[in-house]
Nanobody, 123 residues
């Protein structure tokens, strides 16, 4: 099994900053992509930012220039630095990871999600 645990959400005023962190654990052989998605009330889940093992990144247009995704491959962690936060950034943020894991008998690919962390931007 692969587990992802997020931390760092909370309440922040417009214009403020927050950093989210996500740690992966389990029988992981390699992680290809790690990233962040979010889901606002009444809306579907959307990509925020993703980073590959080689450091290539992709961002939603709505967060470009304000958010930065990074990862520590050795620690199996991914981070999301969020600056200049806006009320429309309010959502539950989910960590995602895709890679290869091992079981007792074989290896297989996996796609895992964290439990989500609430980010609220409000004055």
């Amino acid at each position: 099994q692969v587990q992802l645990v997020e931390s760092g959400g909370g309440l922040v005023q417009p214009g403020g900053s927050l950093t989210l962190s996500c740690a992966a654990s389990g029988s992981i052989l390699s992680i290809n992509a790690m990233g962040w998605y979010r889901q606002a009330p009444g809306k579907g889940r959307e990509l925020v930012a993703v980073i590959t093992s080689g450091g290539r990144t992709n961002y939603a247009d709505s967060v470009k220039g304000r958010f930065t995704v990074s990862r520590d491959n050795a620690k199996k962690r991914v981070y999301l630095q969020m600056n200049s936060l806006k009320p429309e950034d309010t959502a539950v943020y989910y960590c995602n990871a895709e890679g290869v894991m091992s079981t007792a008998d074989y290896t297989r690919t996996f796609a895992a999600w964290g439990q989500g962390t609430q980010v609220t931007v409000s004055s």
